[in-house]
C-alpha cells in the first residue's frame, strides 16, 4: 500500500490497516501553472518521474523549468522529512496499490505510476474515494487498474467531495508512518 503524501496516506492507512499490508509512501509534486498554482500542468516525482498535461503547452520552457525545480526541491524535502533514512517498500515482482485522497487531473497519480514501474512493481492499482471521469480514462493507459469509489462527470474538485478537507500536515504523515 502506497499513499501519496500528503492526503493520501491517512486513506492508504486504513486500506493498508484492512488487508494488514505494509505500508509505504511515493512522493509526487503537482506542477502548477504559475499564474493558477492549483491547476496542475504536470507532476514530478521520485526516481525522476515526470508527467506533462495538456496544460503544460501554455507554459513556455523557462517558465516550466522554474515551476519544476521549485517542486524538485520540495519533493527533496519531504523525501527526506517523510522517509528519512528507510528504504522504500520493495516493489520488484509486487502489485502496488497506490491510494490517494482523490484524483483530479491525474498528473500525480501518474507520476505516481512512473515510479512504481520504475521501482520493478510487477502491477499497478491505482485507488481513491473519488476521481474525476476524465483523470480516470487517462489513468487506465497507465496503471493496470483504476479503483474509485466515485467518478463523477461534473468533477470540480477533491475538496468538494470531504465535508471536511483540512490539510494533512507533513508531521500527520510521518507519525502514521512511524506508527506502522
Known amino acids: 500500500m502506497l499513499g501519496l503524501p500528503r492526503g493520501g496516506v491517512p ?3 486504513q486500506v493498508a490497516a ?13 506542477l502548477g501553472h504559475p499564474n493558477h498554482p492549483e491547476y496542475a500542468v504536470g507532476a514530478i516525482g521520485e ?6 498535461t495538456s496544460g503544460a503547452k501554455s507554459l513556455d ?4 523549468l522554474r515551476v519544476a525545480a521549485k517542486e524538485s526541491a520540495e519533493l527533496d524535502r519531504r523525501v527526506r522529512l517523510l522517509r528519512g533514512h528507510r528504504a522504500a517498500e520493495p516493489l520488484s515482482g509486487r502489485t502496488a496499490v497506490i491510494v490517494d485522497d482523490g484524483i483530479a487531473t491525474g498528473a500525480t497519480a501518474a507520476a505516481a505510476c512512473q515510479v512504481a514501474r520504475h521501482r520493478g512493481a510487477a502491477r499497478v492499482v491505482l485507488a481513491a474515494p473519488v476521481a474525476a471521469r476524465e483523470a ?27 465535508d471536511d478537507f483540512t490539510p494533512t500536515s507533513d508531521a500527520e504523515v510521518a507519525a502514521i508512518l512511524a506508527a506502522v
Open 136 to 162: 480516470v480514462m487517462e489513468l487506465e493507459r497507465v496503471a493496470d487498474e483504476v479503483a474509485v469509489v466515485i467518478a463523477p462527470s461534473g468533477f470540480t474538485a477533491v475538496g468538494a467531495w470531504y
Open 61 to 64: 520552457s523557462h517558465e516550466l
Open 47 to 52: 526516481e525522476g518521474a515526470r508527467v506533462l
Open 11 to 13: 486513506v492508504a492507512a
Open 18 to 30: 484492512a488487508l494488514a499490508a505494509p505500508l509505504d509512501i511515493i512522493v509526487v509534486r503537482k
